[in-house]
Nanobody, 124 residues
């Protein structure tokens, strides 16, 4: 069993930055590919960024590439999402997820665990 807890969300002005964290319980964090997803009100959940077990490979949605950076620290059982140049359209609840199977953009369908989410609101 793995528990995921997100933190770092909040209210920020457009152009600002936030850093999200996803802390995982247990000793098997490095066994999981990890990802950040978001769901805006009235919209479907979408993959934002994913990272492989070792951190050697990453995926970014086109809408965030160049602005967001995903990383992980397996020694600290924590994953991060550095979000820069935030836009109002980035407003959503952000979730972290863990999957043994894949780090592809579609990993949401194969996620073994999800966090409870953290709200990010970007004002214009």
């Amino acid at each position: 069993q793995v528990q995921l807890v997100e933190s770092g969300g909040g209210l920020v002005q457009a152009g600002g930055s936030l850093r999200l964290s996803c802390a995982a319980s247990g000793r098997t964090f490095s066994s999981y590919h990890m990802g950040w997803f978001r769901q805006a009100r009235g919209k479907e959940r979408e993959a934002v960024a994913t990272i492989t077990r070792s951190g050697g490979s990453t995926y970014y949605a086109d809408s965030v590439r160049g602005r967001f950076t995903i990383s992980r620290d397996n020694a600290e059982n924590t994953m991060y999402l550095q979000m820069n140049s935030l836009k109002p359209e980035d407003t959503a609840v952000y979730y972290c997820a863990a999957s043994r199977l894949t780090a592809a953009a579609g990993m949401g369908r194969y996620a073994d665990y999800w966090g409870q989410g953290t709200q990010v609101t970007v004002s214009s």
